[in-house]
């Protein structure tokens, strides 16, 4: 009998909200992982949850370790790129949290280095796998709204206190745009690919504001518009997703429920785990409204895909390329907001290859 394919050695950095919400519970539940390492500041906050895990207080000791094969970067932003670096420079496969990078020429420089190295590398987009983006994307390939012309996604939280946070200081890489703009991009890429154009407005709208904490951006394509919207001061009553066709429109009114019961301490694959009571609402145009089922969503299957990958030696480019194009449009975001311009997508036709249409 054949032996089973080693497991994938992982090393976690950064065990703050990202790190100990998302990524330490959905490596933990896929068996080709291995969490072996935890690189944080604060090592009794990471036993508390994983008694007896190895701890560092040196990010790039973890990027360097040679009991590791995949190096998860977790930590604040401005902190991806240079951790990347010297993760890939180790021969390691890397995942970094979203955002990628600052901006696009970082992101360029990583995708080069990986390529020089033979390494994967891949941003967390953990939300291609929500029920909410799944149902709203399973109802648009089932046409039964017709062709897309108006598609609108609100990622909206409700904060009015302003915290002492990085993500929400006016260091590199803060704001809403950075915090919840690239989930919003990625999945409007998933279902149309690269926009013609783009405009954005962003905003402080907290007393006491740092950075952006609202931002209203619009992804221009020949006949479709894309309307991305991300607010700290939504307290409820707005759609998840509203989207008009030429047959119709539909609602999903609520959110993924995952985020939620990760918080709540809830294992991923837990009987419940992903399920949506919310559907989807159809409007055909005549007064009829039909409802269909929401699709359950399961954030496990990032983790589990790139697995599988790992443990059959597939290195993918398209990851890499599909990073670049989200980082192109929020950068494109953050020029047009400053500019009051419509602004074109600065990708150079090799890099326009992996849209991730369809």
């Known amino acids: 009998m054949a032996s089973a394919p080693a497991r994938i050695r992982v ?3 950064g065990y703050g909200y990202a790190g100990r919400t998302f990524h330490a519970p959905l490596i933990r539940a896929v068996p080709a992982l291995d969490l072996r390492v935890v690189a944080s500041s604060d090592p009794a906050k990471v036993w508390a949850d994983l008694p007896g895990l ?32 010297i993760a890939l420079e180790a021969g390691k496969h890397i995942v970094v949290d979203k955002p990628f990078t600052l901006d696009l020429a970082e992101a360029r420089g990583l995708v080069a280095l990986t390529r020089r190295q033979g ?24 046409g039964v709204i017709g062709k897309v ?18 993500r929400e200081g006016a260091g590199p890489g803060g704001g809403i745009w950075y915090d919840l703009g690239p989930h919003l991009v990625d999945q409007a890429l998933q279902l149309f690919g690269l926009p013609d ?33 991300a607010s700290m001061l939504v307290a409820g009553g707005s759609s998840r997703f509203v989207v008009h066709g030429e047959a119709g429109s539909l609602i999903k009114e609520r959110s993924d429920i995952q985020e939620q019961q990760l918080l709540a301490g809830m294992a991923p694959g837990a009987p419940g785990w992903g399920e949506d009571p919310d559907g989807i609402a159809i409007h055909d145009g005549s007064g ?71």
């Open 54 to 85: 190895a701890v560092l207080t040196d990010p790039a000791t973890v990027a360097t370790s040679e009991d590791v094969d995949l190096v998860v970067i977790a930590s604040p932003n401005d902190t991806h790129a240079p951790l990347a670096q």
């Open 149 to 166: 012309r108006h598609f609108e996604s609100h990622f909206d939280r409700f904060r009015p206190q302003v915290r002492d946070r990085w």
């Open 11 to 13: 090393g976690l950095i």
């Open 119 to 142: 390494r994967m590398l891949s941003v967390f987009h953990n939300r291609r796998w929500d029920s909410d983006y799944l149902s709203v994307r399973r109802a648009i390939a089932e």
């Open 197 to 229: 154009r783009v405009t954005a407005n962003l905003a402080r709208l907290r007393p006491g504001a740092l950075s952006d904490d609202w931002a209203h951006v619009v992804l221009e394509y020949r006949d479709l518009r894309v309307v991305l919207q």
């Open 288 to 358: 009829a409204v039909a409802h269909a089922p929401a699709v359950v969503g399961d954030q496990r299957r990032y983790y589990a895909d790139l697995a599988r990958q790992l443990v059959q030696g597939v290195v993918e480019s398209s990851a890499a390329l599909e990073s670049l194009q989200v980082m192109a449009c929020l950068e494109a975001a953050l020029i047009a907001a400053r500019t009051g311009t419509s602004v074109a997508l600065t990708l150079t036709p090799g890099e326009q290859d992996a849209s991730g249409c369809g």
